[in-house]
Structure formats: C-alpha cells, structure tokens
C-alpha cells in the first residue's frame, strides 16, 4: 500500500462553529473538502504521528465514505491505531466515552448533530480531544488557520477496509480496531444507574416511549431499555438508523418529535416520554400531557441527582449556558452548590469538569451531561429521570409541579428566526449592542432594565477570554432577554431570542410559557426592532 501527497488549495470558509465543521453534504462531498479538513485537523495536533484515535458518525448520508477517507489518511500520517465503531457508528457520547476508557489521543466524529441528513441536507465533522470533549477555541481556531494555509494532504491508497465485523485489522501499519459501538456505553450506565430499581418500575407497569428518529441511539436504547431493563419490545420508535433519518428532522423538541408530543397528550399515552438527536446528545423529557423544558430538566436533575448511584454523594458543582433559564441557579443556591454561566456550547463546560468543578451541565437547546464523558448525552438524562422517578415513586407532572412548588417557576421560551440575511441579522445586533449603555433604568413593557451587556466569558481554569457571545438584557423582576445567532447553521442566519420570567408562585406557576412570557416577547421585539431589521413578526420555531 502505498502513501500519497496530494497536492491541494485552501478551501473558503472551513471555519468550525459551536460544535466542529457542518456544511451542506454537497460540500463536504466536493472534491480536497474532506481531505483538507482533516489533514488540517492532524496539521493542528502537531500531526498523527503514533497516536491512536476513535472514529465513527451518527450514520448519516456520506458517513461510511468520509470514514473510508479518514481512515486512509490516519494512516498515511501515520498514527498508530483508530478505534472505530461498527459500521463506522458512534453516538457522540459513546465516542467521548470511547476516546476516554482507551486514553485515546482525540477522536473524529462524523455528524451535523440534530439537522436533517441526506445527499441534500447536512454532513459534520468534529475533533474531540483527549479528554472526550470538543476542541476548545484554541485548537478550532488553529484547525481554521491550517485551512487556509493548506498546500498538501497525505493519503493511503488502496482498499476500502470491512467496518461491519468487530475486529482488528491493518491498513499499512495502522492498527484498525472495529468495537461494539453500544457495550461500553452501555456498561458505563450500569455503574452511574440503578438498573433494578428502574427495571423493577417498569416491570410494575411504567410505560416509556423512546423516540429515537431514526438516528443513532435506536441500538443504544434498544440495548439499554429493552435488552437490559425489560422494557417491551416497541418501546424504541424509530429505532433504525437511516441515512436520511428516515426524511425526520432529528432535533428532540415539541415541534419536529411532534410525533411523540401527540402520543404523550393521547388517551392510551404511556408515563414516560423521550427523543435523542441525529448523534445521541440531545434530548427531550416528556410526562403525561407534561412537557419538561430543558431548563427545567436541568435544575431537577441538580435536585434529586444523589438518587443515582454514580452521583450518591452529591454533586460537585453546576454550569449552564448563559441563555439558559436560571432555574437552576435557584436549586445550586439552596443545596450550597457553585453554579458557573458559560458560553454557548459543551465546549466550555470541559475545562470546568476537568478540575472538579462541577459535575452536572446544561444548556436550554435539549442537552444535558455529566463529567462521566465530556459531551452532553442524551440516553443519560434519560436514564438519570428513569433513575430519580423510581426512588421518588412520582410521575414526571407530580415532580415537575412540586419543584415550582418549591422553587417558584422560570417560564422560559426560545424564539428562532431562521434564514435571515446575514448581514441584516449582524446590523440588528451591532445596533442594539450600541444602545446597551444607554438601556440601564429605562422601562419597557412595565419593566425596568437592571443590566444589558454583551456576554463575555473569561474561563477560570486557564483564564481564556471568550467575547461577544450574546446580548443579554436583564430585568428588575428576574425577567431576561438574550440574543445571538447560531453558529451552527448552514444556511443564511438564524436568530435565537431567549426569554425567561421568574414566578415565585404559589400562584400562577401553570399558565402557559407563551402567554406568561409575552411582556417579555414585546420587550425584545420593540428593543432590537425585529421586524424593521429582518421583514419577521414571528419566529419559525419555538421551543
Ligand atoms: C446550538 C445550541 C447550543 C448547542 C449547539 C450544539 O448552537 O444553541 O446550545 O451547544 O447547538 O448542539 P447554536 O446553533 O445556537 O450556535
Ligand atoms: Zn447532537
């Protein structure tokens, strides 16, 4: 077998976003795009030199070509092992767990996460570290730079190598390790899980629909729900992987799980409902006619998190993105806990769980995550609800009320405006954060502004500034406004507008969200004048 040079030219535009590369399949698919990208990655870890890597993807369109070419070229840089997942699937935090028990060198993972997939829609790549987690900005920053600076990539000719049977093999002299994408994950929450407790709750009837939108956790929870804890056989929906995930859009909330929602409001609807994303690390929690925002999920499971084994002795501290709700900051003040506000994106949780700081994260977008891998995960928050109900004995609407109850209610919505201009999204937040000085004390809506700033993160473990990560504009009653755009888009902008309410109760904490927050719709409408910017009155999607 023989190694090439292949002589190339910088590609426009390989900048990775919140969570690593994602780009229409077309693109990826685009003669040296891949390639590029990849050798850029090795070019940034100061080559593959004799370290060992994982490998899979969340099987999407182009998942078990892009493995092919990887591969190919971790060889040709000459690395001394990928461990790649069968037919080159991985959940992402099955790879992060994988990249850890192993004491890899980092790991690639093939996915666009939670959008659509398909010849037409979107393909991903991310490089995780060894610690499991993704790159930080300093290594994406450098992985961008190689990009534009790239002359040449290496490539081994020959073969495609058979991924479908656990194995080792050799591609030159690279060892080529195919692993049971499910088993180690699977074992790992066993030990962080009361599997008998959950086991014997469901053999006493507790019902559960697991959506798994035909993306990869359907063998993960099929394994784990099914096979391990005696769920019926059904309980997993949507449980084969597709290519196209079946033309779903996986993105676990009320609006493309639609699915489930209906299931969960019907007569025969089952106690427990739940869906995973396109790679695994999302989720979204469901009771009877109960939907549990993901902030909320959060601050729940930082309450009741000692009723799992891997967490017994309680936990070491907590961290949220910014935009999402505070709700668990309320639960960390009560308990003593310290309660960390990061950037968007699991990214910045990493260095927080390396050092003991905290050992349960968040974020409003459906993820949720442990220091157990360095990724949010979603069959985990499953599992940790699964784990909290059966030692409580409480349905999902009796713990989700009794928790306002306790600790009053963050109504919480976020608004998206998708497909905008970019440059008009980029003026309508140049020219509100112009005006933020002048925002303090002045009343809108029957509030009044009690801060308003561009969020900027500096990182207390290694002191890293991260700027211009939000605006946000906060309230002399609690209530928040935060916006930003995504940066995981593939398309034009999108706009993300996050609004919080805090309600002390005991009255009012079971109005709806859209209703309770609507001065504060108002607010952020007339404050960064949507409409005149963007010709939108009302968002696309609301979560
Ligand atoms: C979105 C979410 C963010 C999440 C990321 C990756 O990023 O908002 O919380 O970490 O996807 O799943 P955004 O598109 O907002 O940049
Ligand atoms: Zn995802």
């Not at 699991?346 to 927080?352: A, D, E, R, T, V």
């Amino acid at each position: 077998m023989s190694i090439t040079t292949v002589e190339t030219q910088p590609i426009q535009g390989q900048k990775p976003g919140t969570s690593g590369l994602r780009k229409k399949t077309q693109v990826f698919m685009q003669r040296h795009y891949l390639e590029n990208f990849a050798q850029a990655v090795f070019n940034a870890i100061g080559g593959a030199k004799g370290k060992t890597f994982v490998l899979g993807g969340d099987g999407r369109y182009f998942n078990d070509r892009a493995a092919q070419v990887i591969l190919r070229m971790a060889a040709a840089n000459g690395a001394k092992k990928v461990i790649v997942g069968q037919g080159a699937l991985l959940s992402t935090p099955a790879a992060s767990n994988l990249i850890r028990i192993n004491k890899t060198d980092g790991g690639l993972i093939m996915s666009a996460s939670h959008n659509p997939g398909g010849p037409d829609e979107d393909f991903g790549i991310k490089f995780n570290a060894a610690n499991g987690g993704p790159a930080p900005e300093s290594l994406t920053d450098k992985i961008f730079a190689e990009t534009e600076n790239i002359s040449e990539y290496k490539m081994m000719e020959g073969h495609d190598i058979d991924l479908d049977a656990p194995g080792t093999t050799k591609l030159g002299d690279m060892e080529v390790e195919v692993v049971d994408p499910v088993a180690d994950y699977a074992a790992m929450m066993e030990k962080l899980f009361d599997f008998d407790a959950i086991g014997q709750m469901i053999a006493g009837g507790f019902r559960i629909r697991f959506d798994a939108m035909c993306a990869i956790t359907g063998p993960y929870a099929v394994e784990i729900l099914e096979n391990r804890l005696g769920a019926p056989r059904g309980t997993v929906v949507n449980r084969i992987p597709l290519p196209d995930f079946g033309g779903m859009h996986p993105d676990p909330n009320p609006v493309w799980a639609k699915q489930l929602m209906d299931e969960m409001w019907s007569a025969e609807a089952p106690d427990f409902g739940a869906a995973s994303d396109g790679d695994g690390d999302r989720n979204m929690i469901v009771g009877r006619e109960t939907y549990v925002s993901p902030s909320d999920s959060l601050a729940i499971l930082a309450a009741h998190a000692d009723s799992a084994p891997g967490y017994k002795d309680g936990l070491s501290g907590v961290a949220r993105s910014m935009p999402t709700s505070q709700a668990v900051d309320r639960v960390a003040a009560k308990k003593g806990l310290d309660c960390f506000e990061t950037p968007t994106g699991w990214k910045f949780f990493g260095n927080l769980m390396d050092a003991g700081h905290v050992n349960l994260c968040g974020e409003e977008s459906f993820g949720t995550g442990s220091d157990h891998v360095r990724e949010k995960d979603g069959l985990w928050a499953v599992l940790m609800w699964l784990n909290i109900l059966a030692a409580r004995k409480s349905s999902v609407g009796d713990l989700l009320a009794g928790h306002w109850k306790e600790y009053g209610r963050n109504y919480y919505s976020r608004h998206d405006f998708e497909g905008l201009d970019t440059a008009k999204a980029t003026a309508m937040l140049d020219d509100l954060k112009g005006r933020l000085t002048g925002l303090k004390g002045s009343e809108i809506e029957g509030m009044t502004v009690a801060h308003a700033d561009d969020f900027a993160y500096t990182d207390p473990v290694d002191g890293s500034v991260s700027k211009g990560q939000g605006i946000r504009i906060v309230f002399e009653d609690g209530s928040r406004i935060v916006m930003r755009l995504s940066g995981t888009g593939t398309t034009g902008a999108t706009l993300r507008v996050y609004l919080e309410r805090y309600v002390a109760g005991p009255d009012g904490l079971d109005r709806d969200a859209q209703e309770a927050l609507a001065p504060v719709i108002r607010a952020a409408h007339q404050l960064a004048d949507i409409e005149r910017h963007t010709g939108r009155s009302e968002p696309d999607v609301i979560t």
